[in-house]
């Protein structure tokens, strides 16, 4: 018997209702659903709330119902079990999610019939290293920035690739992309697109105070190493914009191949240029949803 975890952002306006129909459609084919504790006990879905831990060991897959930042942040919970997740738009743009609300009966009828095909894709490992020691580690699935704070300052970064001196940038900071992070922070960066079937990672300065700093696309064999020269510690470590560490002047960030792979739902008859084409023209259209 499919099990299936639900994963909403509380905080999204009609969640409440979209969840209610969604758990009703699963209960009249007979699957089961769980939600985590937190979601549960602030939707008043207490009968279906379960510990994370477990949910993570119990559920055939997941599903988001939020924006790309939902979806990211769940996949990168369960992407250790190998668990596929699909998310359901409830955002603005929502690039990352496969199925929007108009379609979510016949989406819906597809998972259960089993209709769909997992697409995995690569994630990063981000380490702070502080005195020659792993202090902090954090996975990825779109980015790692390092960057400057509020002030207004400089910072300037040195690139190592395989321990090898690349580049030096006096920036705003730096963007470590997967491809399927490409499409976000380093894309507004002046980034190039990127298929996610290229397991390849792109290199972006952020506001580069030179003429001749250029997005960098490298293996996802490499391993990268990013040396902070400053004269303050406002320097922070983002990870796909939700969790974020602060830096001192001396710090290094070590960015390499997670040994985990997010796995997404998708559906066949969708490319990745159409969604490209559809979901980046509305947000050049207004970005509302």
């Known amino acids: 018997m499919l099990t299936v975890g639900l994963f909403p952002n509380t905080k999204k306006q009609c969640v409440s209702s979209v969840l209610n129909w969604i758990v009703q459609y ?4 007979n699957v089961n659903v769980v939600l985590p504790e937190d979601a549960a006990l602030e939707l008043q879905c ?10 993570k060991n119990d559920i055939t897959f997941g599903i988001t119902l939020g924006g790309d930042g939902t979806l990211l942040n769940t996949a990168r919970e ?13 955002g603005n743009l929502g690039f990352l999610t ?13 998972l259960v019939k089993g209709d769909y095909y997992i697409e995995e894709r690569l994630m990063l490992d981000a380490v702070v290293i502080r005195n020659g020691n792993p202090i902090y580690i954090s996975p990825a699935l779109n980015d790692v920035v390092v960057a400057k704070g509020g002030f207004s300052r400089m910072i300037k970064l040195k690139l190592f690739i395989d321990e090898e001196l ?3 940038y006096p920036a705003d ?15 507004s960066s002046g980034g190039p697109i990127i298929n996610p079937q290229l397991k390849v990672i792109v290199i972006t300065p952020i506001c580069p105070h030179t003429l001749h700093s250029r997005p960098l696309v490298i293996s996802e064999e490499e391993e990268i190493k990013v040396k902070m020269q400053a004269t303050h510690d406002d320097i ?4 796909d914009g939700q969790t974020v560490y602060n830096l001192l ?10 040994p985990f792979r997010a796995r997404f739902v998708k559906f066949t008859g969708k490319s990745y240029y159409e969604t490209l084409r559809t979901k980046l023209r509305r947000g050049d259209r207004d970005g509302s949803c």
Do not use: H
Request: with cysteine; proline share 6%; charged share 20%.
């Open 26 to 29: 699963f209960k009249e084919r």
């Open 78 to 90: 369960i992407a250790p079990f190998g668990i596929p997740v699909c998310g359901i738009n409830m």
């Open 46 to 55: 207490t009968n279906l709330a379960g510990k994370l831990e477990c949910i």
């Open 98 to 110: 496969e199925i929007e609300v108009p379609d979510l009966s016949t989406s819906l009828d597809r």
């Open 173 to 187: 900071g730096l963007i470590i992309a997967t491809s399927t992070g490409s499409t976000g922070y380093s894309l």
């Open 166 to 168: 690349t580049a030096d």
């Open 236 to 239: 922070v470590l983002t990870v």
């Open 249 to 258: 002047p001396d710090d290094i960030v070590v960015v390499r191949r997670s």
